[in-house]
């Protein structure tokens, strides 16, 4: 078999990991898709499979010409775009009965700050650059005054916002691999500057409707290789975030689940998947579900 592992990193922990135990006896090769041209020689000969840990424009326009040949492709540019739009995420997330935070979306934080559009009430936010990505805002704003300090350093951004939730602080992080579970606490970034290392947190340890939430997420949104973030806590579970192919770092057996993985899809043995059908896009600024009231 060929697989190539879509990616600017191929270095990457989990990429490396998988990679080796895949060689010698099937043929590994990486595509940075920053070079790959979507219209070039690289899809006259494709590989068997591609894994696309890489989420830019070009890398999707690559993967969709790919599958446009019926060429698999794990995750699918379809579930990959999906995730890093965090009013799209929210909006399929409520319409599937997801436990996901309450979202409303926002042109600018200029917009939210408007004389009447928030209450004292309201706060506190968690104030989130709607297109996911490396460095973007996520960020808690206390009152009327710290919004208006975030809408100055980030003054053209598209926000998402939702009311913020007393937690402890962490975050279940839970990662899935065709359906094997891993899973992880970390500090929030709300929480902390210095996050530190995750810490050790057993699947079995987790109770059993978290495991079927997670495994839910994937067949909701198209995935295959994904990360659900959840709320730490013994309350009802709440998703703050959801990734198209994390890192997975540290995670003992991970790479062999996504070896096994890109080797089903190669063969044909796993269908792709695409995310469940959506509502209907909505005007900007509009809320997708229940959130911060304007007043």
């Not at 409707?209 to 806590?233: A, N, S």
Request: hydrophobic share 45%; aromatic share 4%; charged share 20%.
């Amino acid at each position: 078999m060929r697989i190539c592992l879509l990616t600017p990193e191929p270095g990457h922990p989990l990429l490396a990991a998988t990679a080796a135990l895949l060689t010698p006896r099937h043929r590994v090769e990486s595509l940075d898709p920053g070079t790959a041209d979507p219209a070039g020689p690289e899809t006259a000969d494709p590989a068997d499979v591609y894994l696309l840990k890489s989420r830019t424009p070009r890398a999707l326009a690559f993967a969709r010409r790919l599958e446009a040949r019926g060429v698999p492709v794990v995750n699918s540019a379809a579930a990959t775009e999906l995730c890093q739009d965090r009013r799209s995420m929210a909006e399929l997330a409520h319409t599937a009965g997801l436990p996901f935070a309450a979202t409303r979306t926002a042109a600018s934080i200029a917009e939210l700050t408007a004389p009447g559009v928030l209450a004292a009430a309201d706060f506190p936010l968690v104030v989130k650059s709607r297109h996911s990505r490396r460095h973007d805002l996520v960020a808690k704003a206390e009152d009327a005054a710290a919004l208006e300090a975030l809408g100055r350093a980030w003054p053209d951004e598209p926000v998402v916002v939702q009311p913020f939730t007393a937690n402890s602080g962490w975050d279940q992080k839970l990662w899935v691999i065709a359906g094997q579970v891993f899973a992880a606490r970390r500090r929030s970034e709300l929480a902390a500057a210095d996050r530190g290392p995750a810490l050790p947190l057993a699947p079995g340890d987790l109770p059993g409707d978290r495991i079927d939430l997670v495994r839910r997420v994937g067949e909701v949104f198209g995935l295959d290789v994904y990360g659900v973030d959840l709320l730490d806590g013994a309350g009802e579970p709440l998703i703050v975030d959801v990734n198209a192919f994390p890192g997975i770092r540290g995670q003992a057996g991970a790479p062999e689940a996504l070896a096994a993985l890109a080797l089903r899809a190669a063969a044909g043995t796993t269908a792709p998947r695409t995310p469940a059908a959506g509502p209907p896009a909505q005007t900007r600024g509009r809320t997708t579900a229940p959130a911060p009231s304007p007043r």
